[in-house]
């Protein structure tokens, strides 16, 4: 949640900001504000915009600040409502220090009461405005000493970036518990929230760790722990480019990631899959394969899409590696009292890395010594660091907000690690044999799907007025039903739920009426005819279906009012098939209905706070 970025270094020109602020902006988009720092007059201009960062642009335009350093800021609202007062930077008492915040200060309220008692004004209602107040109350011709004081007091989860007109010639940055990195130029130094702002001006990058602090001039960066020893960063070389982060072509990143699906599983693929011995390898998991033998128990934490995906590796793992597995969203979990033997291996999903609840209980684990691993998109991401070891997607940046080429990337690598576990257990060379070939078959298939996307493009006009919609799907679809209702609402806004069809008499068939359709997930696999008897219910009380089964099974326009077919595969690997066209569906309403299906409201590509 909320974008961050600031610049220190030779260039002058503030645009280099707003451009990496552009690609943040999936972190949040109410409203957008900079401060720049101007020698010439030894100050510190500012400006804020309500809206999307284009409005603080056009603001932009009627100034001409420049300078060096300077801060940039997106955000997502948590504490006070959307205006311009609530917008970031903050400043002090004297409009000398600016921050911006991305997080939550969990004692601002005490720290406010005791600040506004000392005289400090406040303009705005946020938690973030205390810091600038305290460096103010600290500051004696040091930024980072005043900085350092401050970070004493407040408590909560934050990173920071700081600059002063009255120690102008740094920029200060501190991280805890949300992401920052630093980008490394030659006489400059950037920082942003995820390397995607920043990779246009330079693929070098220091990751920051919580506790940390960096104190940045054109010329040095001098990065302390808590406890103010210097650490020794290593630089890491971005492997993407700024058109990996592009639209493509696409007239949003949801289609053109959507699109992209067929390149990202075989990315997610390639140089894992063993096919002559049934067999995957990881080189992430090389450092646990022999403890993986021992394990006992699975247990799979993660929220959202990532948790949908999750629900559907429990059914992969113990069909074929005969472990209990469970599977829990990182909010519940964090917050019940997990147990963490050393039998179990606890797996960590998250496309960002940064999700705050996911982060949280991946700790909580580790804190009670479990065995942690990871399947993580975003390299050098907090999840990818702090696991034991992992696995990542390489599906290259997601910057649509509602998760797909993510999710089908997740299905694949929880298929391979079905396949690791499975054959250091009972699963058979035959079986193995039979998941690799058709696994190295997907991307194919996918391809076929999303030649279809003009049919699901008629389907999604012929119902995008309707104002509910029930997901139903049994075993291995059951998740996938709880992702396209996901998709559904987050995108087109229309109330969706996603249900086990079996669940169906147990209560929403009272909601079924004309008026409010079905899309019914069912390809002909083991659950096949359960489903078609959850059909017939449906259109008896004359529910419109739209069913989504296997080519071939013509059959179904008997009973359905619309059908998407897909291309057959084993059992296992049928969501990754299934829920592409519930991602086009969902685009397709969402566009139509007119909506910047890119950004939906309310939402923010990475929930970095709780
Ligand atoms: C939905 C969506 C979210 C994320 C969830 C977890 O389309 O994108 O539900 O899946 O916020 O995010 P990550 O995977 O980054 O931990």
Redesign the pocket.
């Known amino acids: 949640m909320c974008g961050i970025v600031g610049y220190i270094g030779k260039q002058k020109d503030i645009r280099i900001g707003l451009e990496a602020l552009r690609r943040l902006e999936y972190r949040g988009y109410d409203s957008a504000g900079m401060a720049v720092y101007n020698a010439d007059a030894k100050t510190i201009h500012s400006l804020k915009a309500v809206g999307r960062v284009v409005n603080l642009e056009q603001r932009l335009k009627e100034v001409s600040f420049e300078g060096s350093p300077f801060l940039f800021y997106t955000r997502w609202a948590t504490h006070g409502g959307v205006t311009e007062e609530n917008c970031h930077p903050h400043s002090d008492c004297k409009n000398s220090v600016w921050v911006v915040h991305n997080g939550i200060i969990e004692n601002y309220r005490e720290l406010k009461e005791k600040l506004q008692q000392e005289g400090h004004a406040f303009h705005s209602e946020t938690d973030t405005e205390v810091i600038p107040h305290l460096i103010e109350r600290f500051f004696e011709g040091n930024l980072e000493e005043a900085v350092r004081k401050m970070l004493g007091l407040i408590r909560g989860s934050f990173a920071l970036g700081i600059i002063s007109k009255d120690d102008p010639e740094k920029l200060v940055v501190v991280r805890n518990s949300a992401p920052l990195l630093i980008g490394v130029g030659e006489n400059e130094y950037l920082v942003a929230s995820d390397p995607s702002a920043i990779v246009s001006q330079t693929k070098k990058v220091m990751y920051l760790e919580d506790g940390e602090m960096a104190s940045l001039t054109p010329e040095r960066c001098l990065i302390e722990d808590i406890n103010h020893h210097a650490v020794r960063k290593a630089i890491h070389e971005i492997d993407w480019s700024v058109e990996d982060a592009q639209k493509g072509g696409y007239s949003h990143f949801m289609l053109k990631e959507i699109m992209e699906q067929p390149e990202s599983i075989t990315n997610a693929l390639r140089g894992r899959v063993l096919p002559d011995t049934g067999e995957a390898r990881f080189g992430g998991l090389s450092v646990v394969r022999e403890r993986l033998r021992s394990i006992k128990r699975i247990s799979i934490t993660?929220?959202?899409?990532?948790?949908y995906a999750g629900l559907v590796g429990r059914y992969m793992l113990e069909e074929y590696t005969g472990l209990p597995c469970e599977a829990d969203v990182a909010s519940e979990f964090r917050y019940r009292r997990p147990i963490v033997k050393d039998d179990t291996a606890f797996l960590f999903?998250?496309?960002?890395?940064?999700?705050a609840d996911?982060l949280a209980a991946l700790r909580e684990v580790k804190k009670k010594g479990g065995l942690t691993l990871g399947i993580i998109n975003v390299t050098g991401s907090s999840v990818a660091r702090e696991t034991d070891a992992g696995i990542y997607n390489h599906a290259g940046p997601e910057i649509g907000?509602?998760?797909t080429k993510?999710f089908t990337s997740q299905l694949t690598i929880l298929a391979l690690l079905t396949l690791l576990l499975g054959r250091q257990r009972e699963m058979s060379l035959a079986d193995g044999q039979v998941v690799t070939r058709e696994l190295q078959r997907i991307p194919d298939l996918v391809k076929q799907i999303l030649e279809q996307r003009e049919k699901i493009k008629e389907i999604a006009e012929k119902y995008k007025h309707a104002e509910n919609f029930l997901f139903i799907g049994r075993k291995y679809n059951y998740p996938v039903a709880l992702e396209g209702a996901?998709?559904l609402k987050?995108i087109s806004y229309i109330h969706a739920e996603g249900y086990g069809a079996g669940e169906m008499k147990h209560g929403p068939i009272a909601l079924i009426d004309e008026q409010f359709p079905t899309i019914a997930l069912c390809p002909q696999d083991s659950v096949y005819e359960k489903m078609v008897s959850n059909i017939q219910e449906i259109k008896a009380r004359k529910g419109p279906v739209i069913a989504i089964t296997n080519e071939g099974n013509g059959g179904m326009k008997e009973i359905a009012d619309d059908v998407i077919f897909v291309p057959r595969t084993i059992e296992m690997l049928n969501p990754i098939l299934m829920v592409i066209p519930l991602q086009l569906f969902a685009y397709f309403i969402g566009v139509a209905r007119g909506y910047d299906v890119d950004k939906p409201r309310n939402l923010a590509?990475?929930?970095t706070v709780e």
């Open positions: 993660a929220c959202g899409t990532a948790y999903i998250s496309q960002s890395g940064e999700t996911t907000v509602a998760s993510a996901l998709k987050e590509k990475s929930v």
